[in-house]
């Protein structure tokens, strides 16, 4: 089973690639779990947050060595590298964050208006605005208000210069989530 330090290392072996936006994956990740944290989202929304693009460096790791991943989208292959260690009040956020910004897409029209062009770009790889056939199904998984919210977090956490917590800030609670399991 894979261990916190695990992730610290994939986070900080692969945190410093850039993937189309002006920041870090690194700085990405700790920008979101600040603002969770400052938005008081609960422990383990802020862990998401931390967490919430990891499928990014798995990606990286494959692209480097050669190696195949999973062929799966980063936001699945985050949600099954988190869900053994933490459960899914961490993990499933982390695999709904990618629909929660096609189901945004498709019913506020201004949401997508405001995205980065990165993640403009990937909505279409990732297959545009989510259809209003699969509503439904999205809106009733226990974890879419968080998957939402974490979506908030994702979207704010692109700003060059931001001065965010630090990884072993975020961390202890990680541990303490991991502890309290």
Do not use: N
């Amino acid at each position: 089973m894979i261990r916190l330090d695990d992730l610290v290392q994939l986070l900080r072996s692969r945190g410093e690639s850039r993937y189309g936006e002006d920041v870090t994956l690194l700085q990405h990740s700790l920008q979101a779990a600040t603002h969770a944290e400052d938005a008081s989202a609960g422990d383990s929304l802020v862990v998401a947050a931390l967490f919430h693009d990891l499928g990014h460096a798995l990606e990286e790791e494959e692209r480097l060595t050669g190696l195949p991943a999973l062929q799966l989208g980063h936001d699945v292959q985050g949600e099954r590298l988190l869900e053994g260690l933490f459960g899914p009040e961490v993990s499933r956020p982390v695999g709904l964050h990618v629909l929660a910004k096609r189901y945004r897409c498709a019913t506020e029209p201004e949401y997508r208006d405001a995205l980065s062009a990165e993640s403009t770009r990937s909505l279409e790889v990732q297959g545009g605005p989510l259809p209003p056939a699969e509503w439904a199904t999205f809106e009733g998984d226990p974890y879419f208000e968080r998957a939402l919210l974490l979506r908030t977090f994702d979207d704010a956490a692109k700003e060059p210069g931001a001065t965010p917590r630090p990884l072993e800030h975020f961390l202890e609670l990680a541990a303490r989530l991991i502890d309290a399991r």
